[in-house]
């Protein structure tokens, strides 16, 4: 079966330090990766998303970026955080045979920029 | 998309009582939808889709409901239960390996 790991669970972090959030896939070849984020009480923000390694469309500009090294792992960074930075960082990936693309989600980051 | 910065409408129902959360979609072009449950400080988890060429599809407790003339989609719990105390999304499949999310219902039970 499928399983999506994400970590750190929470990080606090103070204004202007970098960023290194990690998402990985096990058991499934070539899935499309995705990074949300959702501020509290809101909804789901699409980041970026990748569909193969290498590959990484952004959504919305901000300074966070992705990279994907490897098949089943996705990074989100940030060089310098910003307070609005601030959220739950959800990962989650579907596979590119999935007729509804069906995305399943990580367990997610909580981060606090301060 | 651009009601990521709105805060949740919240729906309040009594335990045991039906519940009725909506949600508009914007793409005729769409083929599924699906509708996921976000628990508190959880990811987002599957509940039910449906195909566009279908108007109902039930699940065990769930029926979702598609009326594509007026873009509207709705997920029908019976017999709410207090485990059904979550934020609800719809989401429509438009293609390019992306699915777009409605802005969430934060459903809470009544004892």
């Known amino acids: 079966s499928q399983t999506i790991h994400q970590w750190p669970a929470t990080l606090v972090q103070p204004v202007g330090s970098p960023l290194s959030l990690e998402c990985t896939v096990e058991?499934?070849?070539?899935?499309?990766l995705y990074w949300y984020r959702q501020a509290a009480g809101r909804g789901l923000q699409l980041l970026f998303y990748?569909?193969?390694?290498?590959?990484i469309s952004s959504e919305v500009p901000q300074n966070l970026s992705a990279s994907r090294p490897q098949d089943r792992q996705f990074i989100l960074s940030s060089k310098k955080l910003l307070l609005s930075d601030s959220g739950f960082y959800l990962c989650?990936?579907?596979?590119?045979?999935?007729?509804?693309?069906?995305?399943?989600f990580g367990p997610g980051t909580r981060l606090t920029v301060l | 998309g651009e009601s990521v910065g709105l805060h949740l409408p919240t729906l309040s129902v009594q335990e045991g009582d039906n519940s009725i959360i909506n949600c508009a979609y914007s793409?005729?072009?769409?083929?599924?939808f699906i509708w996921y449950k976000q628990e508190s400080g959880k990811g987002p988890q599957f509940i039910i889709d449906?195909?566009?060429?279908?108007d109902k599809r039930q699940g065990q407790r769930v029926t979702v409901l598609l009326n594509k003339t007026v873009k509207h989609l709705s997920l029908q719990i019976a017999a709410t239960q207090p485990g059904d105390s979550a934020v609800y999304f719809c989401?429509?499949?438009?293609?390019?390996?992306?699915?777009?999310f409605g802005q969430g219902t934060r459903l809470t039970i009544n004892p």
């Open positions: 989650a990936w579907s596979s590119w045979l999935a007729v509804n693309n069906e995305q399943f």
């Open positions: 990748s569909v193969g390694i290498g590959q």
């Open positions: 793409n005729s072009a769409s083929d599924y």
């Open positions: 449906i195909r566009s060429n279908m």
């Open positions: 989401a429509e499949n438009i293609g390019a390996q992306k699915l777009v």
């Open positions: 058991g499934t070849s070539n899935p499309n």
